[in-house]
């Protein structure tokens, strides 16, 4: 008897150990095309959302495109920089295959480097800043916080 309810203590503890949850981490990163309101004129634009954006001073009116270009789960490792002078953080993302082909076929189109685009963490609009030469293998986003680099960090060794 003495055996089997040491059994059954040990499938016990095995249980509780095994019911205990570790929250996994958790970020939404979105790259979307985006066009200052002002110059958002035709049917291409029909359907983007309006976002008010500042950084500092007075807020600036973009349209963004409804779906987004990259995602999070569109990055395959990311690097991150230390705090830049204004305390935010560079990631620089190395991109999965298929965002590979779909950042090349946007940047064939030359308008679309000099186009803003706006990067949401969260919740949060980043930054609307155009890429300005083609996107290979990387892309360089620019204004994370320091808790969303760890954040980010933590998610990708997770996956």
């Given at each position: 008897?003495?055996?089997?309810?040491?059994?059954?203590?040990?499938?016990?503890?095995?249980?509780?150990?095994?019911?205990?949850?570790?929250?996994?981490?958790?970020?939404?990163?979105?790259?979307?095309?985006?066009?200052?309101?002002?110059?958002?004129?035709?049917?291409?634009?029909?359907?983007?959302?309006t976002v008010s954006f500042a950084l500092s001073g007075a807020p600036i009116v973009y349209?963004?495109?409804?779906?987004?270009?990259?995602?999070?789960?569109?990055?395959?490792?990311?690097?991150?920089?230390?705090?830049?002078?204004?305390?935010?953080?560079?990631?620089?993302?190395?991109?999965?295959?298929?965002?590979?082909?779909?950042?090349?076929?946007?940047?064939?189109?030359?308008?679309?480097?000099?186009?803003?685009?706006?990067?949401?963490?969260?919740?949060?609009?980043?930054?609307?800043?155009?890429?300005?030469?083609?996107?290979?293998?990387?892309?360089?986003?620019?204004?994370?916080?320091?808790?969303?680099?760890?954040?980010?960090?933590?998610?990708?060794?997770?996956?």
């Amino acid at each position: 008897m003495k055996i089997f309810g040491g059994i059954f203590l040990s499938l016990l503890a095995l249980c509780a150990a095994c019911s205990e949850k570790t929250e996994k981490a958790s970020i939404s990163i979105q790259l979307f095309e985006a066009q200052l309101a002002a110059d958002a004129k035709g049917d291409y634009y029909a359907g983007w959302d309006t976002v008010s954006f500042a950084l500092s001073g007075a807020p600036i009116v973009y349209v963004v495109a409804s779906a987004p270009l990259l995602t999070e789960w569109n990055m395959a490792a990311v690097k991150t920089s230390q705090p830049q002078q204004d305390d935010t953080h560079l990631v620089t993302a190395r991109l999965n295959a298929y965002a590979e082909r779909k950042m090349r076929s946007f940047c064939d189109v030359e308008t679309n480097l000099k186009r803003p685009l706006g990067l949401k963490v969260g919740e949060r609009w980043v930054s609307f800043l155009p890429l300005l030469s083609p996107v290979s293998d990387r892309i360089t986003l620019r204004g994370f916080t320091g808790a969303e680099v760890d954040l980010l960090q933590r998610y990708m060794d997770e996956r």
